[in-house]
Protein backbone atom coordinates (compact mmCIF):
# COMPACT_ATOMS: atom_id res chain seq x y z
CA UNK A 1 0.00 0.00 0.00
CA UNK A 2 1.13 3.95 -0.59
CA UNK A 3 2.93 5.51 2.03
CA UNK A 4 1.38 6.78 4.98
CA UNK A 5 2.56 10.64 4.99
CA UNK A 6 1.46 13.59 2.58
CA UNK A 7 3.25 16.64 1.85
CA UNK A 8 0.68 19.69 1.21
CA UNK A 9 3.46 21.78 -0.25
CA UNK A 10 3.52 19.60 -3.40
CA UNK A 11 -0.73 19.98 -3.67
CA UNK A 12 -2.22 22.14 -5.97
CA UNK A 13 -5.48 24.15 -6.56
CA UNK A 14 -6.11 21.92 -9.63
CA UNK A 15 -9.89 22.90 -10.87
CA UNK A 16 -13.18 24.84 -10.45
CA UNK A 17 -16.26 23.66 -11.59
CA UNK A 18 -19.37 25.35 -12.27
CA UNK A 19 -22.57 24.50 -13.83
CA UNK A 20 -23.24 25.69 -17.29
CA UNK A 21 -26.69 25.35 -19.65
CA UNK A 22 -25.82 24.75 -22.57
CA UNK A 23 -22.36 23.16 -24.19
CA UNK A 24 -23.06 24.06 -27.99
CA UNK A 25 -23.21 28.23 -26.39
CA UNK A 26 -20.68 28.11 -23.30
CA UNK A 27 -17.70 26.04 -24.99
CA UNK A 28 -17.18 27.75 -27.96
CA UNK A 29 -17.32 31.29 -25.81
CA UNK A 30 -14.86 29.70 -23.78
CA UNK A 31 -12.11 28.63 -26.45
CA UNK A 32 -13.00 31.76 -28.69
CA UNK A 33 -13.67 34.41 -26.09
CA UNK A 34 -11.01 33.64 -23.71
CA UNK A 35 -8.82 31.20 -25.49
CA UNK A 36 -8.90 28.30 -23.13
CA UNK A 37 -8.58 25.24 -24.97
CA UNK A 38 -10.98 22.43 -24.41
CA UNK A 39 -8.85 19.17 -23.97
CA UNK A 40 -11.28 16.60 -22.47
CA UNK A 41 -14.98 15.67 -22.38
CA UNK A 42 -16.37 13.51 -19.62
CA UNK A 43 -19.91 11.89 -19.69
CA UNK A 44 -21.34 10.82 -17.15
CA UNK A 45 -25.04 8.75 -16.67
CA UNK A 46 -27.03 12.51 -17.21
CA UNK A 47 -23.78 15.10 -16.91
CA UNK A 48 -20.99 15.67 -19.33
CA UNK A 49 -17.68 17.40 -17.68
CA UNK A 50 -16.16 19.55 -19.78
CA UNK A 51 -12.24 20.17 -19.11
CA UNK A 52 -10.72 23.66 -20.43
CA UNK A 53 -7.48 25.34 -19.54
CA UNK A 54 -5.06 27.76 -21.03
CA UNK A 55 -2.21 26.20 -22.57
CA UNK A 56 0.74 27.52 -21.03
CA UNK A 57 0.14 25.27 -17.54
CA UNK A 58 0.95 22.31 -19.15
CA UNK A 59 4.36 23.74 -19.59
CA UNK A 60 6.08 21.86 -22.11
CA UNK A 61 3.11 20.00 -23.38
CA UNK A 62 1.34 23.30 -24.35
CA UNK A 63 1.10 21.85 -27.69
CA UNK A 64 0.12 18.48 -26.86
CA UNK A 65 -2.70 16.47 -27.77
CA UNK A 66 -6.01 16.49 -25.85
CA UNK A 67 -4.98 12.72 -24.74
CA UNK A 68 -1.23 13.34 -23.79
CA UNK A 69 -3.05 16.60 -21.58
CA UNK A 70 -5.65 14.69 -20.20
CA UNK A 71 -3.32 11.86 -18.76
CA UNK A 72 -1.43 14.93 -16.88
CA UNK A 73 -4.40 17.28 -16.21
CA UNK A 74 -4.25 16.58 -12.40
CA UNK A 75 -0.48 17.84 -12.32
CA UNK A 76 -1.25 21.24 -12.81
CA UNK A 77 -3.47 24.32 -11.50
CA UNK A 78 -5.80 26.84 -13.22
CA UNK A 79 -8.06 23.65 -15.22
CA UNK A 80 -12.23 24.59 -15.39
CA UNK A 81 -15.00 21.94 -15.22
CA UNK A 82 -17.71 23.11 -17.19
CA UNK A 83 -20.74 20.75 -15.93
CA UNK A 84 -23.57 20.46 -18.50
CA UNK A 85 -26.67 18.32 -16.65
CA UNK A 86 -28.39 17.07 -19.78
CA UNK A 87 -31.63 18.61 -21.01
CA UNK A 88 -30.95 21.85 -19.56
CA UNK A 89 -30.45 23.70 -22.87
CA UNK A 90 -33.88 22.50 -24.23
CA UNK A 91 -36.23 22.71 -20.74
CA UNK A 92 -38.41 25.73 -20.60
CA UNK A 93 -38.52 25.03 -17.11
CA UNK A 94 -35.17 25.86 -16.62
CA UNK A 95 -34.49 29.16 -14.91
CA UNK A 96 -31.09 29.10 -15.39
CA UNK A 97 -28.15 28.87 -12.72
CA UNK A 98 -27.41 31.53 -9.93
CA UNK A 99 -24.33 33.29 -10.94
CA UNK A 100 -23.33 33.50 -7.21
CA UNK A 101 -23.78 37.05 -6.58
CA UNK A 102 -27.16 37.62 -5.91
CA UNK A 103 -29.52 36.54 -3.13
CA UNK A 104 -30.28 33.80 -2.34
CA UNK A 105 -27.43 32.05 -3.79
CA UNK A 106 -24.91 34.39 -2.88
CA UNK A 107 -21.70 32.79 -1.80
CA UNK A 108 -19.34 32.36 -5.08
CA UNK A 109 -18.20 35.51 -6.80
CA UNK A 110 -15.79 34.96 -9.75
CA UNK A 111 -12.90 33.62 -11.26
CA UNK A 112 -10.43 35.83 -13.22
CA UNK A 113 -8.26 35.70 -15.63
CA UNK A 114 -5.08 37.50 -16.54
CA UNK A 115 -4.15 39.04 -20.02
CA UNK A 116 -1.47 40.41 -21.17
CA UNK A 117 -2.69 43.60 -22.20
CA UNK A 118 -5.99 44.86 -20.39
CA UNK A 119 -6.75 47.40 -23.15
CA UNK A 120 -5.84 44.55 -26.17
CA UNK A 121 -8.18 42.69 -24.43
CA UNK A 122 -11.33 44.67 -24.15
CA UNK A 123 -10.85 46.09 -27.53
CA UNK A 124 -11.26 42.56 -28.60
CA UNK A 125 -13.86 41.51 -26.29
CA UNK A 126 -15.58 44.62 -27.66
CA UNK A 127 -15.32 43.37 -31.58
CA UNK A 128 -16.74 39.93 -30.04
CA UNK A 129 -19.07 41.66 -28.79
CA UNK A 130 -18.68 40.20 -24.73
CA UNK A 131 -20.85 41.95 -22.67
CA UNK A 132 -19.69 43.80 -19.49
CA UNK A 133 -20.38 43.90 -15.92
CA UNK A 134 -17.82 46.67 -15.51
CA UNK A 135 -15.58 48.02 -18.14
CA UNK A 136 -12.29 49.62 -17.12
CA UNK A 137 -13.61 53.13 -16.74
CA UNK A 138 -16.73 52.63 -14.64
CA UNK A 139 -15.64 53.39 -11.08
CA UNK A 140 -12.60 53.58 -9.22
CA UNK A 141 -10.92 50.65 -10.12
CA UNK A 142 -9.76 51.37 -13.76
CA UNK A 143 -6.96 48.47 -14.03
CA UNK A 144 -9.91 45.85 -13.97
CA UNK A 145 -12.68 44.50 -15.98
CA UNK A 146 -15.89 41.87 -15.58
CA UNK A 147 -17.48 40.41 -17.93
CA UNK A 148 -20.26 37.94 -18.24
CA UNK A 149 -20.19 34.57 -19.40
CA UNK A 150 -23.10 33.00 -21.32
CA UNK A 151 -24.83 31.51 -18.10
CA UNK A 152 -24.12 35.50 -16.08
CA UNK A 153 -21.05 34.16 -14.51
CA UNK A 154 -18.55 37.24 -13.86
CA UNK A 155 -15.33 36.77 -15.19
CA UNK A 156 -12.37 39.57 -13.95
CA UNK A 157 -10.16 40.50 -16.33
CA UNK A 158 -7.18 42.21 -15.23
CA UNK A 159 -3.63 42.49 -16.64
CA UNK A 160 -0.36 40.62 -15.64
CA UNK A 161 2.55 41.88 -13.99
CA UNK A 162 5.44 43.50 -15.60
CA UNK B 1 -0.49 53.99 -25.36
CA UNK B 2 0.18 49.68 -25.02
CA UNK B 3 -0.18 47.39 -28.30
CA UNK B 4 -3.41 47.14 -29.13
CA UNK B 5 -3.16 43.60 -30.00
CA UNK B 6 -3.57 40.67 -27.17
CA UNK B 7 -2.27 36.76 -27.36
CA UNK B 8 -4.80 34.31 -25.82
CA UNK B 9 -1.92 31.94 -25.60
CA UNK B 10 -0.74 33.95 -22.80
CA UNK B 11 -3.62 34.43 -20.93
CA UNK B 12 -3.92 32.40 -17.25
CA UNK B 13 -6.98 31.38 -15.21
CA UNK B 14 -5.40 33.49 -12.33
CA UNK B 15 -7.84 32.98 -9.55
CA UNK B 16 -11.54 31.69 -8.07
CA UNK B 17 -13.41 33.50 -5.19
CA UNK B 18 -15.53 33.48 -3.15
CA UNK B 19 -16.96 34.59 0.33
CA UNK B 20 -16.17 33.11 4.14
CA UNK B 21 -17.90 34.09 6.81
CA UNK B 22 -15.23 34.61 9.46
CA UNK B 23 -12.05 34.76 8.07
CA UNK B 24 -10.39 33.76 11.70
CA UNK B 25 -11.94 30.43 10.93
CA UNK B 26 -11.54 30.30 7.42
CA UNK B 27 -7.92 31.30 7.03
CA UNK B 28 -6.40 29.26 9.57
CA UNK B 29 -8.78 26.24 7.60
CA UNK B 30 -7.28 26.84 4.51
CA UNK B 31 -3.55 26.91 5.67
CA UNK B 32 -3.58 24.36 8.46
CA UNK B 33 -5.96 21.54 6.52
CA UNK B 34 -4.86 22.47 2.83
CA UNK B 35 -1.64 23.90 3.10
CA UNK B 36 -2.45 26.60 1.19
CA UNK B 37 -0.52 30.37 2.44
CA UNK B 38 -1.98 33.55 2.60
CA UNK B 39 0.43 35.68 1.22
CA UNK B 40 -1.83 38.68 0.67
CA UNK B 41 -4.25 40.77 2.69
CA UNK B 42 -6.34 43.70 1.10
CA UNK B 43 -9.14 45.77 2.86
CA UNK B 44 -11.52 47.79 1.58
CA UNK B 45 -14.00 49.87 2.52
CA UNK B 46 -16.48 47.51 4.36
CA UNK B 47 -14.63 43.78 3.06
CA UNK B 48 -10.99 42.37 3.10
CA UNK B 49 -9.85 40.21 0.12
CA UNK B 50 -7.71 37.25 1.42
CA UNK B 51 -5.35 35.89 -0.98
CA UNK B 52 -3.75 32.20 -0.91
CA UNK B 53 -2.33 29.90 -2.96
CA UNK B 54 0.00 26.75 -2.97
CA UNK B 55 3.79 27.60 -2.80
CA UNK B 56 4.70 25.69 -5.88
CA UNK B 57 2.59 27.76 -8.27
CA UNK B 58 5.28 30.68 -7.43
CA UNK B 59 7.81 28.35 -8.94
CA UNK B 60 11.57 29.51 -7.77
CA UNK B 61 9.88 31.78 -5.63
CA UNK B 62 7.82 29.37 -3.69
CA UNK B 63 10.17 30.57 -0.39
CA UNK B 64 9.73 34.26 -1.07
CA UNK B 65 8.76 36.77 0.71
CA UNK B 66 4.97 38.03 0.98
CA UNK B 67 5.29 41.02 -1.08
CA UNK B 68 7.36 39.44 -3.43
CA UNK B 69 4.61 37.03 -3.97
CA UNK B 70 1.71 39.96 -3.83
CA UNK B 71 4.42 41.23 -6.58
CA UNK B 72 3.64 38.07 -9.41
CA UNK B 73 0.57 36.86 -7.92
CA UNK B 74 -1.42 37.64 -11.37
CA UNK B 75 1.18 35.75 -13.27
CA UNK B 76 0.64 32.58 -12.04
CA UNK B 77 -3.14 30.21 -11.81
CA UNK B 78 -4.45 28.32 -9.02
CA UNK B 79 -4.92 31.59 -6.69
CA UNK B 80 -8.23 31.38 -4.30
CA UNK B 81 -9.63 35.09 -3.14
CA UNK B 82 -11.13 34.74 0.04
CA UNK B 83 -13.91 37.83 0.33
CA UNK B 84 -14.72 38.52 4.12
CA UNK B 85 -17.65 41.06 4.00
CA UNK B 86 -17.50 42.80 8.15
CA UNK B 87 -19.66 41.37 10.35
CA UNK B 88 -20.79 38.25 9.08
CA UNK B 89 -18.83 36.57 11.38
CA UNK B 90 -21.26 38.03 14.19
CA UNK B 91 -24.15 39.04 12.50
CA UNK B 92 -26.91 36.85 14.09
CA UNK B 93 -28.87 37.18 11.50
CA UNK B 94 -26.92 36.08 8.69
CA UNK B 95 -27.51 32.82 7.51
CA UNK B 96 -24.16 32.02 5.59
CA UNK B 97 -23.26 31.52 2.03
CA UNK B 98 -25.10 29.21 -0.58
CA UNK B 99 -22.30 26.28 -1.53
CA UNK B 100 -24.11 26.59 -5.16
CA UNK B 101 -24.36 23.11 -4.83
CA UNK B 102 -28.59 22.96 -3.75
CA UNK B 103 -31.78 25.33 -4.77
CA UNK B 104 -31.94 27.86 -4.71
CA UNK B 105 -28.17 29.26 -5.62
CA UNK B 106 -27.12 25.91 -7.79
CA UNK B 107 -24.61 27.16 -10.15
CA UNK B 108 -20.87 27.28 -8.55
CA UNK B 109 -20.30 23.65 -7.76
CA UNK B 110 -16.86 23.17 -6.03
CA UNK B 111 -12.78 23.40 -6.47
CA UNK B 112 -10.78 21.06 -6.63
CA UNK B 113 -7.23 19.89 -5.08
CA UNK B 114 -5.21 17.43 -6.18
CA UNK B 115 -2.63 15.98 -3.53
CA UNK B 116 0.64 13.65 -4.14
CA UNK B 117 -0.89 10.28 -1.82
CA UNK B 118 -5.19 10.16 -1.35
CA UNK B 119 -4.89 7.54 1.35
CA UNK B 120 -2.29 9.70 3.25
CA UNK B 121 -4.06 12.91 2.61
CA UNK B 122 -7.46 11.41 3.86
CA UNK B 123 -5.48 10.18 6.65
CA UNK B 124 -4.44 13.09 7.94
CA UNK B 125 -7.58 15.24 7.14
CA UNK B 126 -9.09 12.73 9.71
CA UNK B 127 -6.38 13.11 12.19
CA UNK B 128 -7.54 17.12 11.78
CA UNK B 129 -11.04 16.12 12.14
CA UNK B 130 -12.41 17.74 8.75
CA UNK B 131 -15.86 17.00 7.71
CA UNK B 132 -16.13 14.96 4.44
CA UNK B 133 -19.01 14.57 2.03
CA UNK B 134 -17.85 11.56 0.29
CA UNK B 135 -15.00 9.78 1.64
CA UNK B 136 -12.97 7.71 -1.04
CA UNK B 137 -14.78 4.92 -0.38
CA UNK B 138 -18.21 6.00 -0.19
CA UNK B 139 -20.01 5.33 -4.02
CA UNK B 140 -18.09 4.40 -7.11
CA UNK B 141 -15.90 7.19 -7.51
CA UNK B 142 -13.18 5.17 -5.30
CA UNK B 143 -10.43 7.97 -6.74
CA UNK B 144 -12.03 11.14 -5.11
CA UNK B 145 -13.25 12.48 -2.35
CA UNK B 146 -14.96 15.75 -1.03
CA UNK B 147 -14.97 17.33 2.11
CA UNK B 148 -16.64 20.46 3.34
CA UNK B 149 -14.75 23.80 3.95
CA UNK B 150 -15.90 26.04 6.86
CA UNK B 151 -18.66 27.82 5.06
CA UNK B 152 -20.06 24.64 3.50
CA UNK B 153 -18.04 24.86 -0.05
CA UNK B 154 -17.05 21.36 -1.23
CA UNK B 155 -13.89 20.82 -1.94
CA UNK B 156 -12.70 17.79 -4.19
CA UNK B 157 -9.45 16.17 -3.52
CA UNK B 158 -8.17 13.42 -6.10
CA UNK B 159 -4.49 12.12 -6.58
CA UNK B 160 -2.18 13.42 -8.90
CA UNK B 161 -1.22 11.47 -11.53
CA UNK B 162 2.17 9.29 -11.82
Redesign the interface.
Known sequence: ???????????????????IKDPKVSIPWYENV???QKFKESPGGDFTNYFL?????FGDK?NASDDEKA???????????L?HNWGTESDPEFKG????NDE??????????????L???V??FDELGVKFKKRPEDGKMRHIAFIYDP?G?WI?I????K
Do not use: W
Open positions: MSSSTTNTATYKFNHTMFRLGMAFPGGAAIQLNREGVLECYASGPGRGFGHIAVTVDNEAAKRDYELAQQ
